[in-house]
């Protein structure tokens, strides 16, 4: 079993940043995939970005490329969100994920493991 938590999230203005932390504990976080998620009112739960074990070449939406950055420290358990140039429409709860394997599709039904999410909301 592990056990995420988010951590960051709040209410930002319109261009600014924030950085969503996710800390793993209860089994060796090295060989787990991350992935993060969000989910606004009356939408399906959506990928944002991914990365790997190694934590190279990580993976991001569309939506997101060029303004949101996926990092991770093994050392601490520990896979961060940091988020740039914000917009109102990336106002949702952001859930990290896990899942003990090498990834070729990041969906949410392919993560065994949760956050609880934290709230981002950006106001314009």
């Known amino acids: 079993q592990v056990q995420l938590v988010e951590s960051g999230g709040g209410l930002v203005q319109a261009g600014g940043s924030l950085r969503l932390s996710c800390a793993a504990s209860g089994r060796a976080f090295s060989p787990y995939s991350m992935g993060w998620f969000r989910q606004a009112p009356g939408k399906e739960r959506e990928f944002v970005g991914g990365?790997?074990?190694?934590?190279?070449?990580?993976y991001y939406a569309d939506s997101v490329k060029g303004r949101f950055t996926i990092s991770r420290d093994n050392a601490k358990n520990t896979v961060y969100l940091q988020m740039n140039n914000l917009k109102p429409e990336d106002t949702a709860v952001y859930y990290c994920?896990?899942?003990?394997?090498?990834?070729?599709?990041?969906?949410?039904?392919?993560?065994?493991?949760w956050g609880q999410g934290t709230q981002v909301t950006v106001s314009s």
């Open positions: 994920a896990g899942r003990d394997a090498i990834l070729l599709t990041w969906v949410p039904n392919v993560f065994d493991y």
């Open positions: 990365i790997g074990r190694s934590g190279s070449s990580p």
